[in-house]
């Protein structure tokens, strides 16, 4: 924070250093052979530059290019005489002896308007000539030249790609030695079985931790009904698997967890990790100003169904990502279900209508949501950390600029799936209604809407229709595609990303990193089959380390990097990476399995040991980056609102379909996967729980703890009503006597019995509220039964939010 | 007491990868925030503020400028002449093949204040604190349309998704109150175009986006959430006593999570907000000779909840004038401006001198202005009764007052016919660097990492106008 203020003084000493050493220079000794009266020479243009040059640069040009001041603005440095011989992002800067020709001359002439430097004023006529004398005499550079350092070399593709060849995420995955545990106690003998522990196990001797004993069973029930399904188990499924597990202490835990795994909602659930990396959503980021509706994506919903599909059918992730890429060009019937899976794209954003914002919203959820690479920030000039050279990222716009875009509403172009299949009622009814807005489009025939000329078909096609596809059970699901463009364009470099400033031309092909052959794609179309061959290869290393490193993430509460978006030079280095290469390796062995993977994982002790803190452990580690304890995860609104609706008996678990209202008076009981997101304008409870906008790919979610969410708790409608409901359950109004009532809540809601002291202190509101209950009482709007507020009461609770 | 907090993955953008770069780069992490450090903490800026708030009374849809605050006579003398083509060829092209002729204002202006400042007769009332404000009439945009305006305005970007100018003050400075959200929305009848855009945090945690509040709405329906009326209020701290005390066995059973004890906090700060909320945007608490300064209207009432709104330690609020873009005058301007300029000048003019008798305009920094100006030529109607003007980014007008902008002057001028920047051209990434520096930040150094590099709010541009600031 103070380096602003240091900034002018670290300058100033510089440059007396300089001007020392500059002032000493000529003062060598011996005779004046050839070489020493050039080095002479040199010494004088040495001395000119420190005398004459250098305080002007200090004065009016280091704030922006010098490595003191930290910037290189437009890539230029003129602290060294490389930067100014090679330039920036520009041109060279300096031609020595041709002032006229040297763009540094040109700019502080004021000669071209688009190029005036020092910006905020023309330098004084004396200045522009001594810096014209300067390059006239050779351009010399400072006695004591930096040459090349770490800051000059940002940028510098070719010193990246060497940074990059000793990279980790950049190696193949090869297989990996499990480590031997070593001597493990007796309390942790368990820890040699799974290969998963032996690398924890591994670090954590390491660090000289230990691991903690294992979850009891009433937590590892929640603990892996939660991470597999999003749901909490009821008090009698946690009942079950205690006995389970004391009649069959080594069966019953892997039998539970294929139980689950094999559940309709483990994809529902672990859906939605993937729909925050691929940016869901039901409409596009922009609406219409006249109409004030947004743009609806009726059809979005099928790919969203496609991805709960592979999972639960537990495709494997590489057919499952090239079916994303290139579903269309596989050999498909054009209505077969797998054709959803083009949504990846087509659902995007389609940005304000501006091609290349859609082909950057593209290419950054392929090449940083797949491959953990940012390739995006190679859209202007060389990526400046990591070897992307600019061309990579018009090589791939190449690729995407020949995939033409259906119009969501366009349903002759997005084929009827029969993967959804609405009632003969549902259909029925959408017919009905459809007919009656296609007779107001046709009644509206030629007619424009006054203020801004709009046909007015168009409008209601827009609106009423748009929303009917979207919303209306019966309606038909159709795959949002994309497709071929008959003739692919030529791409080229845009230079500084300028459209208008064609460079070179590209042609379409993978990553330089990671294709160093850099293999042209066919000419003759996009080249997305062979994209995705190189993303979904057991030989690219970066795609199953990401993906592993996700679900890590999701269901340990914490990632091996935990920058899990970004791999590259400037991404965290993996905390344990032998563990994560094996895992990766063990991925692409059982055929990208990933159900294979999450019990691998869940199947660990590793996963399962128990989340409390352990002092001495908490000091050496208080992050628990080694993980020498379970992490305590928060659950997800999506997580929260499911739950609230199954302890309220009142959970719609039905697979599939259009999308809901999440809140509001007409709330859907389905799970909140099947809810209705609207990308331009995110819903405000969505928003306040860290649901991640779905503009952009998502890394991973944080957890914030504001206000609103416990607003939402306390007041929200939602809430409010699922209290209601458990309070009038005949289940609980059967129940004679307060305390059995209250034992009865905590089983529904909490899953575990109270003990005395939460009893008495909950009887405290019943007594509370009892008092307004007295038959001589006026009404009033206010409630009286004290079992709403007890139910609500526990709904709130830190412990109905989170998993230990 | 703070009552937020993260886990390290909130802010993991910052961590390793700025961590590294701070190193090669040799100085100090400054990212604003420290991985571990709670989101909403308050944090120190580069240097001491000048201001502490900034309120920012967005005129959206684009107010014309030469019929409000740059007064043009020759374009006057030259009103229905139609416009050369050599000039003509200045409009940008959306503009230009629906340019008529030259329009002058048809209001009259006067000078205000020791300073002689020309307002038109739109503003009476805002023209009497003439002294106190700083016009700017050389803002340059980039787009000349609706959407990328309010975003370049908003978010530093005409068309990618960015941080708002709210949520970069929230993430460098954090919120000062613990009752009431640190950056605020306030508009009436809907939500203006771009919507939710204009106040978005885009790629940072959503702590920092704006809370918008629809103040057509009144009383309890203002914040989502705030309250119900189905429940005593003792019922309710009764309620929230047992949830507390639930949580509080829940956490001592579960020692060294931070969270817990966040949560148990945050659950009492949603408590006082129900009725600190209610009670901020309750404007029954003000004197009716406050109420009457700002006038029972919707645009008085939005400034009111601005002011009462800044005195609760809200960092940033933005109010503007209504949905979509009231100030789009492409028709009509006369009559339409005429209206707009009716409803806010009074409630303009009372907010700054509420704020000054309050001994607030100091340490507060006002903001009027639009996403763009308007053409100095009309836009072709076929009414002649209706014309109206079409947009114009080259050379638009805002003003500042207060905190620690020097009052009374103009500052940058278009040429003679409102064309186009004649001296002092201010880009938008200007501007942000200027209200950051009255808030204590050198923009260059307030920097978020995400997607392998430094974001800033100016990107690689701005510079601090410091003509216009008081030393």
Same mark, same amino acid.
């Given at each position: 924070m103070q380096a602003c203020f240091h900034r002018h003084a670290l300058l100033r000493l510089t440059v007396l250093a300089g001007l020392v050493a500059g002032a000493l220079m000529p003062c060598g000794t011996g005779s004046l052979r050839a070489e020493e009266r050039r080095t002479n020479d040199s010494a004088d243009e040495l001395r000119f530059f420190e005398q004459k040059i250098r305080p002007l640069l200090v004065e009016h040009c280091y704030e922006c290019h010098s490595e003191e001041a930290g910037e290189q603005q437009g890539g230029l440095l003129l602290d060294r005489r490389s930067g100014w011989i090679e330039g920036g992002d520009t041109s060279k800067a300096v031609v020595p002896g041709e002032p006229d020709t040297s763009l540094l001359i040109t700019a502080i002439r004021y000669d071209n308007d688009d190029l005036q430097m020092p910006p905020e004023q023309r330098l004084d006529d004396e200045a522009i000539a001594l810096f014209e004398q300067w390059v006239r005499r050779g351009a010399h550079g400072p006695a004591d030249d930096m040459g090349e350092t770490e800051f000059s070399r940002l940028g510098d593709q070719d010193y990246l790609f060497d940074q990059a060849e000793n990279h980790w995420a950049f190696q193949p995955v090869r297989p990996v030695e499990i480590p031997s545990p070593g001597a493990i106690d007796t309390e942790h003998e368990r820890w040699g079985e799974n290969a998963i522990d032996c690398f924890v196990l591994d670090a954590l001797s390491s660090a000289q931790l230990t691991p903690s004993p294992p979850a009891d069973a009433t937590t590892l029930t929640r603990r892996l009904y939660c991470d597999l399904t999003g749901l909490p188990p009821t008090f009698e499924q946690v009942t079950a698997f205690q006995e389970a597990t004391e009649v069959d202490p080594d069966g019953a835990t892997p039998r539970l967890i294929d139980q689950l795994i094999e559940s309709p909602e483990f994809g529902q659930h672990l859906g939605r990790l993937w729909l925050d990396v691929v940016r869901y959503a039901d409409t596009d980021n922009n609406y219409r100003p006249d109409t004030r509706t947004?743009?609806?994506?009726?059809?979005?919903? /099928?790919?969203?169904?496609?991805?709960?599909?592979?999972?639960?059918?537990?495709?494997?992730?590489?057919?499952?990502?090239?079916?994303?890429?290139?579903?269309?060009?596989?050999?498909?019937?054009?209505?077969?279900?797998?054709?959803?899976?083009?949504?990846?794209?087509?659902?995007?954003?389609?940005? /304000?209508?501006?091609?290349?914002?859609?082909?950057?919203d593209w290419i950054d959820v392929t090449t940083r949501g797949l491959m953990g690479i940012t390739v995006a920030c190679a859209r202007c000039h060389d990526h400046k950390f990591e070897p992307v050279p600019t061309a990579d990222?018009?090589?791939?716009?190449?690729?995407?600029?020949?995939?033409?875009?259906?119009?969501?509403?366009?349903?002759?172009?997005?084929?009827?799936?029969?993967?959804?299949?609405?009632?003969?009622?549902?259909?029925?009814?959408?017919?009905?209604?459809? /007919? %009656?807005?296609?007779?107001?489009?046709?009644?509206?025939?030629?007619?424009?809407?006054?203020?801004?000329?709009?046909?007015?078909?168009?409008?209601?096609?827009?609106?009423?229709?748009?929303?009917?596809?979207?919303?209306?059970?019966? %309606?038909?699901?159709?795959?949002?595609?994309?497709?071929?463009?008959?003739?692919?364009?030529?791409?080229?470099?845009f230079v500084r990303g300028d459209a208008a400033a064609r460079g070179e031309a590209v042609p379409r092909r993978f990553l330089k990193i990671l294709d160093p052959q850099q293999h042209a794609f066919p000419e003759t179309n996009s080249g997305r089959l062979q994209l995705a061959d190189k993303i979904a290869s057991p030989d690219n290393p970066l795609t199953a380390r990401v993906f592993v490193n996700r679900v890590w993430g999701y269901l340990i509460g914490s990632h091996l990097v935990d920058t899990p978006s970004d791999f590259g030079l400037q991404g965290a280095p993996p905390t344990h990476p032998r563990l994560l290469d094996w895992l990766a390796d063990d991925f692409i062995r059982h055929d990208w399995s990933v159900k294979h993977l999450v019990r691998r994982i869940v199947m660990s002790q590793t996963y399962q040991q128990s989340s409390r803190t352990r002092e001495t452990a908490a000091v050496v580690d208080p992050?628990?980056?080694?993980?020498?304890?379970?992490?305590?995860?928060?659950?997800?609104?999506?997580? +929260?609102?499911?739950?609230?609706?199954?302890?309220?008996?009142?959970?719609?678990?039905? +697979?599939?379909?259009?999308?809901?209202?999440?809140?509001?008076?007409?709330?859907?009981?389905?799970?909140?996967?099947?809810?209705f997101i609207n990308r331009f304008n995110l819903d405000p409870t969505l928003r306040a729980f860290d649901f991640p906008a779905p503009v952009q790919t998502q890394p991973a979610r944080g957890e914030s703890i504001v206000a609103q969410q416990a607003l939402f708790l306390m007041n929200?409608?939602?809430?409010?009503?699922?209290?209601?409901?458990?309070?009038?359950?005949?289940?609980?109004?059967?129940?004679?006597?307060?305390?059995?009532?209250?034992?009865?809540?905590?089983?529904? +809601?909490?899953?575990r019995e109270p003990v005395a002291a939460e009893v008495s202190r909950t009887l405290k509101l019943v007594e509370f509220q009892q008092r307004f209950q007295k038959p001589d009482r006026p009404q009033t709007r206010f409630i009286v039964s004290p079992w709403p507020l007890v139910a609500q009461a526990l709904l709130m609770s830190n412990e109905f939010q989170y998993v230990d | 007491m703070n009552p937020f907090v993260s886990r390290r993955q909130l802010l993991q953008s910052t961590s390793l990868g700025s961590i590294a770069l701070a190193s090669l780069l040799h100085e100090p992490a400054e990212a604003g925030r420290a991985p571990e450090e709670s989101p909403l903490s308050q944090q120190s800026p580069h240097f001491p503020a000048r201001v502490k708030r900034v309120i920012h009374l967005f005129m959206n849809g684009g107010p014309s400028q030469m019929d409000t605050f740059d007064r043009k006579p020759e374009l006057n003398r030259l009103d229905g002449k139609p416009l050369p083509?050599? *000039?003509?060829?200045?409009?940008?092209?959306?503009?230009?093949?629906?340019?008529?002729?030259?329009?002058?204002?048809?209001?009259?202006?006067?000078?205000?204040?020791?300073?002689?400042?020309?307002?038109?007769?739109?503003?009476?009332?805002?023209?009497?604190?003439?002294?106190?404000?700083?016009?700017?009439?050389?803002?340059?945009?980039?787009?000349?349309?609706?959407?990328?305006?309010?975003?370049?305005?908003?978010?530093?970007?005409?068309?990618?998704?960015?941080?708002?100018?709210?949520?970069? @003050?929230?993430?460098?400075?954090?919120?000062?109150?613990?009752?009431?959200?640190?950056?605020? *929305?306030?508009?009436?009848?809907?939500?203006?175009?771009?919507?939710?855009?204009?106040?978005?945090?885009?790629?940072?945690?959503?702590?920092?986006?704006?809370?918008?509040?629809?103040?057509?709405?009144?009383?309890?329906?203002?914040?989502?959430?705030?309250?119900?009326?189905?429940?005593?209020?003792?019922?309710?701290?009764?309620?929230?006593? @047992?949830?507390?005390?639930?949580?509080?066995?829940?956490?001592?059973?579960?020692?060294?999570?931070?969270?817990?004890?966040?949560?148990i906090h945050t659950m009492e700060l949603a408590f006082r907000m129900q009725s600190?909320?209610?009670?901020?945007?309750?404007?029954?608490?003000?004197?009716?000779?406050?109420?009457?300064?700002?006038?029972?209207?919707?645009?008085?009432?939005?400034?009111?909840?601005?002011?009462?709104?800044?005195?609760?330690?809200?960092?940033?609020?933005?109010?503007?004038?209504?949905?979509?873009?009231?100030?789009?005058?492409?028709?009509?301007?006369?009559?339409?401006?005429?209206?707009?300029?009716?409803?806010?000048?009074?409630?303009?003019?009372?907010?700054?001198?509420?704020?000054?008798?309050?001994?607030?305009l100091d340490e507060t920094l006002v903001i009027w202005g639009g996403e763009m100006g308007r053409t100095p030529t009309v836009q072709q109607v076929k009414d002649p009764t209706k014309v109206g003007r079409d947009h114009h980014i080259d050379g638009y007008t805002v003003w500042m007052a207060?905190?620690?902008?020097?009052?009374?002057?103009?500052?940058?001028?278009?040429?003679?016919l409102a064309m186009a920047v004649t001296e002092n051209k201010v880009t938008m990434p200007d501007f942000h660097a200027t209200v950051l520096h009255q808030l204590g930040f050198n923009h260059k150094r307030l920097t978020y990492r995400y997607s392998g590099r430094d974001f800033r709010l100016t990107d690689v541009h701005g510079r601090v106008i410091d003509t216009i600031l008081n030393s």
């Open positions: 947004p743009h609806y994506h009726p059809f979005a919903f /099928s790919y969203r169904d496609y991805v709960v599909r592979s999972l639960n059918n537990d495709k494997p992730y590489d057919q499952f990502l090239k079916e994303q890429i290139a579903a269309d060009l596989m050999g498909f019937a054009g209505d077969a279900p797998e054709m959803a899976a083009l949504g990846f794209y087509a659902s995007g954003p389609y940005s /304000s209508r501006a091609q290349n914002e859609a082909l950057d990222y018009y090589s791939l716009r190449g690729v995407f600029a020949a995939v033409a875009r259906v119009n969501p509403l366009d349903e002759t172009k997005q084929p009827v799936l029969t993967s959804y299949q609405p009632t003969p009622s549902q259909s029925a009814d959408f017919a009905k209604k459809r /007919s %009656a807005i296609e007779a107001k489009i046709n009644g509206a025939a030629g007619k424009k809407a006054k203020n801004n000329n709009r046909p007015i078909a168009q409008k209601i096609r827009e609106t009423e229709l748009a929303e009917l596809l979207t919303f209306h059970p019966g %309606a038909p699901e159709r795959a949002m595609v994309v497709a071929e463009r008959k003739q692919p364009p030529e791409s080229f470099v992050e628990n980056r080694w993980l020498w304890r379970a992490n305590r995860k928060h659950l997800t609104i999506e997580v +929260i609102r499911d739950s609230m609706l199954l302890v309220a008996g009142r959970l719609d678990r039905r +697979i599939g379909g259009h999308p809901e209202r999440l809140w509001g008076d007409d709330y859907t009981r389905r799970r909140a996967i099947y809810g929200s409608p939602l809430v409010i009503d699922q209290a209601a409901a458990i309070a009038s359950a005949d289940a609980l109004t059967r129940i004679e006597g307060d305390e059995a009532k209250v034992e009865f809540l905590f089983r529904t +809601i909490l899953g | 083509d050599s *000039v003509k060829k200045q409009l940008q092209p959306t503009q230009r093949n629906r340019a008529g002729n030259l329009f002058g204002s048809p209001f009259q202006f006067k000078r205000y204040g020791e300073c002689g400042l020309e307002v038109s007769e739109l503003f009476p009332n805002v023209a009497r604190h003439a002294d106190d404000l700083c016009v700017i009439r050389s803002m340059q945009g980039e787009i000349a349309n609706h959407t990328p305006g309010l975003l370049l305005t908003n978010c530093g970007h005409a068309t990618l998704p960015r941080p708002s100018l709210g949520s970069w @003050l929230l993430y460098g400075l954090g919120n000062e109150s613990d009752e009431l959200p640190g950056f605020v *929305v306030l508009c009436p009848r809907g939500l203006p175009t771009a919507q939710s855009r204009n106040w978005t945090s885009a790629f940072m945690p959503g702590v920092y986006q704006g809370t918008h509040i629809d103040t057509e709405n009144t009383g309890k329906q203002i914040v989502a959430n705030l309250t119900r009326d189905d429940v005593r209020p003792g019922s309710q701290r009764a309620q929230l006593a @047992l949830t507390q005390f639930l949580n509080q066995r829940h956490a001592a059973q579960r020692p060294g999570d931070e969270r817990l004890e966040s949560r600190a909320g209610t009670d901020a945007f309750d404007l029954s608490q003000e004197p009716a000779h406050i109420r009457e300064l700002y006038g029972e209207t919707t645009q008085g009432r939005n400034m009111l909840y601005a002011r009462r709104l800044a005195e609760r330690g809200v960092r940033y609020i933005q109010c503007y004038h209504g949905g979509g873009q009231p100030w789009d005058n492409h028709g009509s301007i006369v009559r339409n401006i005429t209206r707009l300029a009716k409803e806010s000048d009074q409630p303009i003019a009372a907010l700054l001198t509420d704020l000054k008798q309050r001994g607030m207060g905190g620690g902008v020097r009052g009374g002057m103009t500052y940058g001028a278009t040429d003679e």
